[in-house]
């Protein structure tokens, strides 16, 4: 596991397998760049901590075979979210849902996601949070394209499962899904 301080940048790094977490921004306002993950254990990252006003920057990165999300936003603040190839996973990103009443956005662009099993990105619509997409996400299912999710909702909780609210565009999930490109 890589645990990254407030300011550091990872660059140019490969995470293999077998590995257990993959990196850590624990006080948020971090870098990644040229990251990539061959097969995710629980997360490939976790964003921690920080304040409202703390980004952190995940550039030309990429990630393979998550059971569930490969970003994870659990503390405050905003993530940036700038190319990014992710293939057989279950969520890109994913605003934590039982960490409390914590506003979090993420802003995408450059994203290419190859069979995502739940959603491209969830976020929290009762705690206000908002995943920004630019016109350049692609998408691909090898099932059916039709059932490809690009952005969930869910109602955060005190630590129960969150229920979903809805799906597709939305305040909290702002894109033009007609610019959705299907490969």
């Keep these: 596991m890589f645990k990254l301080e407030a300011g550091a940048t990872l660059k140019n790094v490969i995470i293999g397998k077998n590995q257990r977490e993959g990196v850590h921004c624990d006080d948020h306002d971090c870098t990644l760049e040229n990251v990539r993950w061959e097969d995710v254990c629980e997360a490939a990252l976790s964003v921690k901590g920080g ?6 920057n995940v550039l030309a990165c990429g990630a393979k075979n998550a059971e569930d999300k490969i970003i994870q936003h659990n503390g405050y603040g905003h993530v940036n979210i700038n190319g ?11 605003s934590c849902g039982t960490c409390g009443d914590i506003k979090r956005t993420v802003y995408l662009n450059h994203v290419w996601g190859n069979n995502p099993e739940n959603a491209l ?3 929290n619509s009762n705690n206000g949070d908002v995943a920004t997409f630019t016109d350049d996400i692609h998408v691909h299912s090898d099932e059916d394209n039709d059932d490809i999710v690009i952005c969930k909702t869910t109602d955060a ?9 809805s ?3 939305s305040e909290n999930c702002v894109y033009d899904a007609d610019a959705i490109e299907y490969y």
Excluded: M
Excluded at 51 to 56: I, L, Y
């Design 51 to 56: 304040t409202a006003d703390s980004v952190t």
């Design 121 to 123: 990105v969830t976020v």
């Design 167 to 169: 799906t597709g565009v």
């Design 157 to 165: 909780t005190d630590g129960d499962e969150p229920k979903v609210t």
């Design 84 to 94: 990014f190839y992710a293939e057989n996973f279950g969520k890109l990103y994913r």
